[in-house]
């Protein structure tokens, strides 16, 4: 494992890099090599489906057979090689979807390998910013400013990776949230403590928290001087949401009482059939 690990530290993940679309994206085969997936790309595409809601088409998407062609083509890269005549064209994974990756993966270096990606993904940018001439790119400003949305929209508080220790960024990046909310908040988390608690004081908007482990003395010395929540005691889904007014919905990787502690997200929703469905589920269990 540590012979493997020092190969993985020498290579370039930068030469891994591509525009399609406009965007920089990844191989799921070059990825599942670094992630070390001992099915390859079988492990990503399994881990993708699991985790549907997070992985928008602005974090991962699957080629064309053009596409793919004129990769292969122009680049004559040995990852396109490994598919050669299958039927199922590869899917790739922008910034955004490769961090996104990691906290659904389960392989022991998915972390730090994450880290090293994102690093080269600011690389690539930083060195496409000091181009100069034509010889690089064809239309070199429009490939640049797009570029520059791309990590604005990951760098965004609706899309945030959040680092493990950084704990007073991460209630920033939650009390930010709660304040886009007009008059409700409802918190769906099936753990809950005095850390989380000390945060929803301050808000001044109604609150409604539904959780399947609470402490109820806990509770009752909050609710004793705040009348500012609603506890509700269930809790039928996995994941942990913030719901805005019963319209806009926020995906947290753990509990917002960990948040900062370890490597995670916090991330907006935008598919509007999971946030339909997902509010009606929630509207039934507060009736």
Known sequence: MENSIILKENEKIENLIYEIRGKQVMLDSDLAKLYEC????????????????????????????????????QNGT???????????????????????????????????VSMRIIDAFVYMRRYLSDVTGSNMLVNHEERILKLEEQFNKFSSKRNTIIYEGKIYDAYSVMLDIFNEANDEIIIVDNYVNKELLDILREVDKKIIVISNNM??????????????????????????????????????????????????????????????ELIKRIIKILK
């Open 38 to 73: 001992k099915n390859g790309t079988k492990v990503i595409n399994q881990a993708v489906k699991r985790n549907i809601t997070k992985f928008p088409e602005r974090y991962c998407f699957q080629l064309t057979e053009t596409e793919y062609r004129n990769l292969k083509f």
């Open 78 to 112: 040995s990852s396109l090689n490994n598919y050669g005549g299958v039927r199922k064209m590869p899917f790739v994974f922008t910034e955004q979807g490769v961090a996104m990756l990691a906290t659904v993966l389960k392989t022991p270096v998915a972390d730090a």
């Open 215 to 276: 402490n109820n003395e806990l509770i009752k010395k909050y609710e004793s001087q705040y009348d500012n929540t609603q506890f509700v005691t269930d809790n039928p889904f996995h994941d942990r949401y913030i719901i805005l007014d019963r319209k806009e919905v926020y995906a947290s990787g753990m509990s917002l009482k960990d948040v900062g502690k370890k490597y995670s997200y916090i991330n907006k929703i935008e598919e509007s059939i999971f946030i339909n």
